[in-house]
């Protein structure tokens, strides 16, 4: 049998509770970003609520490494390398084009003393700009059309996606190639690695700009917690635990909220934390939800929504973000005023995505599955 013929993979059944996990930490990703617009210390980041919402990111690469192998481990010799690709590009890439045209339509209106280069830049610029984006060419600072030297103005979150399907093409060609013991010597190193970054840093902030030093965070950032969710997979033997949904919602809304530790004078402290969520409380999760069982219709309806729902907010609220950071910069909103309208804010991103993934993406991604997924390569 040759590769052409490979016949159509049957799809596993998911992980609901993982799946609803990833749905709270998106939201939680929200929640952090509508409060740093009114954070001030931009430094050590100590006055900032919901002070380590950035770990949702984490997070999100060591479930991505979980599901991965879960997925397609199991499955190279039935399946090609390109039919791998297209099954990836086919889940992730209609949304990352969403992303990047809404960050366009929100982009003019963003303009402000926050981001003074908006107002100056051309439209066939913006327009070469998130063209590039929607095919997720990474931009350099030459072509930074908002200020804060992202790789994707028009929708910056965009950079993690960048990294994801970096980690996709790694396991594809590489790693899933590794027996256990050298993949977990290369998480091994991977997580010294990141230790230290976190404890220079103070934190696990970054890998949002096309310069060396925020490509080695972001790519620090990305190896570990992928590759490690990809180990966990295939050593862990899952038991059968009850609640487990609501536990581990707990667990990841208390390690994203917990205040900044130590403060500007033992900020390496705050980096020791990061390390340890990512490297030791975050695969526990990840194996306390593979664990999980739900008993009741209304709890897996309502993993089943948040898995649905994760994605699709991650990756559009950003724009609206934009908005309301530049109104709470423009007026000097204070955090008590302006809470009432972030909550606007949230309520309106998980609408927005809500519309996108029932108008859009599932459309989009049924339409490729029918058509472009069943054709094999050479069969045109």
């Given at each position: 049998?040759?590769?052409?013929?490979?016949?159509?993979?049957?799809?596993?059944?998911?992980?609901?509770?993982?799946?609803?996990?990833?749905?709270?930490?998106?939201?939680?990703?929200?929640?952090?970003?509508?409060?740093?617009?009114?954070?001030?210390?931009?430094?050590?980041?100590?006055?900032?609520?919901?002070?380590?919402?950035?770990?949702?990111?984490?997070?999100f690469?060591?479930?991505?490494?979980?599901?991965?192998?879960?997925?397609?481990?199991?499955?190279?010799?039935?399946?090609?390398?390109?039919?791998?690709?297209?099954?990836?590009?086919?889940?992730?890439?209609?949304?990352?084009?969403?992303g990047?045209?809404?960050?366009?339509?929100?982009?003019?209106?963003?303009?402000?003393?926050?981001?003074?280069?908006?107002?100056?830049?051309?439209?066939?610029?913006?327009?070469?700009?998130?063209?590039?984006?929607?095919?997720?060419?990474?931009?350099p600072?030459?072509?930074?059309?908002?200020?804060?030297?992202?790789?994707?103005?028009?929708n910056?979150?965009?950079?993690?996606?960048?990294?994801?399907?970096?980690?996709?093409?790694?396991?594809?060609?590489l790693?899933?190639?590794?027996?256990n013991?050298?993949?977990?010597?290369?998480?091994?190193?991977?997580?010294?690695?990141?230790?230290?970054?976190?404890?220079?840093?103070?934190?696990?902030?970054?890998?949002?700009?096309?310069?060396?030093e925020q490509?080695?965070?972001?790519?620090?950032?990305?190896?570990?917690?992928?590759?490690?969710?990809?180990?966990?997979?295939?050593?862990?033997?899952?038991?059968?635990?009850?609640?487990?949904?609501?536990?581990?919602?707990?667990?990841?809304?208390?390690?994203?909220?917990?205040?900044?530790v130590?403060?500007?004078?033992?900020?390496?402290?705050?980096?020791?934390?990061?390390?340890?969520?990512?490297?030791?409380?975050?695969p526990?999760?990840?194996?306390?939800?593979a664990?999980g069982?739900?008993?009741?219709?209304?709890?897996?309806?309502?993993?089943k929504?948040?898995?649905?729902?994760?994605?699709?907010?991650?990756?559009?609220?950003?724009?609206?973000?934009y908005?309301?950071?530049?109104?709470?910069?423009?007026?000097k909103?204070?955090i008590?005023?302006?809470?009432?309208?972030?909550?606007?804010v949230?309520?309106?991103?998980?609408?927005?995505?809500?519309?996108?993934?029932?108008?859009?993406?599932?459309?989009?991604?049924?339409?490729?599955?029918?058509?472009?997924?069943?054709?094999?390569?050479?069969?045109?």
């Amino acid at each position: 049998m040759t590769q052409l013929d490979l016949p159509a993979l049957p799809t596993k059944p998911h992980y609901v509770i993982l799946d609803g996990l990833r749905g709270v930490a998106a939201i939680m990703v929200v929640i952090f970003h509508i409060f740093e617009a009114s954070a001030t210390d931009l430094k050590f980041h100590t006055d900032q609520i919901v002070n380590h919402g950035y770990l949702g990111v984490d997070f999100f690469f060591i479930l991505s490494g979980f599901v991965i192998g879960y997925a397609y481990d199991d499955r190279w010799g039935k399946m090609s390398l390109w039919e791998f690709c297209k099954r990836r590009l086919t889940r992730l890439q209609p949304m990352v084009i969403m992303g990047m045209v809404l960050g366009a339509v929100f982009f003019y209106p963003q303009a402000s003393e926050l981001f003074p280069s908006i107002a100056g830049t051309p439209l066939w610029l913006m327009l070469a700009v998130m063209a590039a984006g929607s095919l997720l060419l990474p931009v350099p600072l030459s072509l930074d059309i908002r200020g804060w030297q992202e790789m994707y103005p028009l929708n910056g979150p965009g950079w993690t996606l960048f990294f994801e399907y970096l980690a996709n093409i790694l396991y594809a060609t590489l790693i899933r190639r590794l027996s256990n013991i050298w993949l977990a010597f290369l998480v091994f190193l991977a997580g010294c690695a990141l230790i230290h970054q976190c404890y220079t840093m103070g934190n696990n902030i970054g890998g949002w700009s096309l310069t060396i030093e925020q490509l080695q965070v972001g790519l620090t950032r990305l190896v570990f917690p992928f590759f490690g969710g990809l180990l966990l997979f295939r050593i862990c033997k899952p038991s059968r635990i009850k609640h487990a949904f609501w536990w581990c919602s707990l667990i990841i809304i208390g390690v994203m909220c917990m205040p900044h530790v130590g403060g500007e004078e033992h900020y390496h402290l705050n980096g020791l934390y990061d390390a340890f969520c990512i490297i030791a409380v975050f695969p526990f999760v990840v194996y306390l939800g593979a664990s999980g069982v739900l008993s009741g219709t209304c709890s897996k309806r309502f993993c089943k929504f948040l898995g649905e729902l994760s994605y699709p907010l991650y990756i559009t609220h950003y724009p609206l973000i934009y908005l309301y950071t530049a109104w709470v910069a423009d007026n000097k909103i204070p955090i008590a005023e302006a809470i009432p309208f972030g909550a606007l804010v949230l309520a309106s991103s998980i609408i927005l995505a809500v519309l996108c993934l029932k108008l859009y993406d599932e459309p989009i991604r049924n339409w490729l599955k029918k058509h472009w997924n069943s054709v094999r390569p050479g069969a045109m």
